[in-house]
T-cell receptor, first 112, second 116 residues
Framework: AQSVSQHNHHVILSEAASLELGCNYS??????LFWYVQYPGQHLQLLLK??????LVKGIKGFEAEFIKSKFSFNLRKPSVQWSDTAEYFC??????????FGAGTRLFVKA | DVKVTQSSRYLVKRTGEKVFLECVQD?????MFWYRQDPGLGLRLIYF???????EKGDIPEGYSVSREKKERFSLILESASTNQTSMYLC???????????????FGQGTRLTVV
């Protein structure tokens, strides 16, 4: 069955630290890949997406993600986090069908 | 901006009650989804619909049903609420690109349902 794994459930960083959140999926065919973010008290919103082309995609608020097909990975990065990045982050995949499959989420807390 | 609106932010219902959760989107999206969100489990798909009157089971459909009589509205029904259905319920919509490829989902604010 298709699945999405996020490596860390909780991450705590200080402001200005670099961030990398891991995401791996299990599906051998063509995929559409997403990172969503949920800020406290707000709805889930799209951070960035990959459909095809350049495997390094840039999203809002300085986030980027790299699709590495050989590793079935789509890791999220940000060079310098801010307190306002405190949120829960979800990796998601659409693989060969209608369904978007989500990872379990990573809660990021950034200390001011 | 796409707007997905869920009828309630918070609901408290008694065990055995029939519960209706309503969702409306204003962007003429073909696809609509219901997820439940639980800590440590991410989002799990309950049902989805890719057209009016069409529905497909997701990963955890047991105890739920859905209705899509109009394109903009997708209802989730808990036939007989149970305590293990206490959760955050999220509605989402998306449109289909060429050849039916699905795009990103737009989410509502969520309904926090407590069954007592």
């Amino acid at each position: 069955a298709q699945s999405v794994s996020q490596h860390n459930h909780h991450v705590i960083l200080s402001e200005a630290a670099s961030l990398e959140l891991g995401c791996n999926y299990s599906y051998g065919g063509t995929v559409n890949l997403f990172w969503y973010v949920q800020y406290p008290g707000q709805h889930l919103q799209l951070l960035l997406k990959y459909f095809s082309g350049d495997p390094l995609v840039k999203g809002i608020k300085g986030f980027e993600a790299e699709f590495i097909k050989s590793k079935f990975s789509f890791n999220l990065r940000k060079p310098s986090v801010q307190w306002s990045d405190t949120a829960e982050y979800f990796c998601a995949v659409i693989a060969g069908g209608f369904k978007t499959i989500f990872g379990a989420g990573t809660r990021l807390f950034v200390k001011a | 901006d796409v707007k997905v609106t869920q009828s309630s932010r918070y609901l408290v219902k008694r065990t055995g009650e029939k519960v209706f959760l309503e969702c409306v989107q204003d962007m003429d999206h073909e696809n609509m989804f219901w997820y439940r969100q639980d800590p440590g489990l991410g989002l799990r798909l309950i049902y989805f619909s890719y057209d009016v009157k069409m529905k497909e089971k997701g990963d955890i459909p047991e105890g739920y049903s859905v209705s899509r009589e109009k394109k903009e509205r997708f209802s989730l029904i808990l036939e007989s609420a149970s305590t293990n259905q206490t959760s955050m319920y999220l509605c989402a919509s998306s449109f289909s690109r060429d050849r039916g490829l699905r795009t990103e989902a737009f989410f509502g604010q969520g309904t926090r349902l407590t069954v007592v």
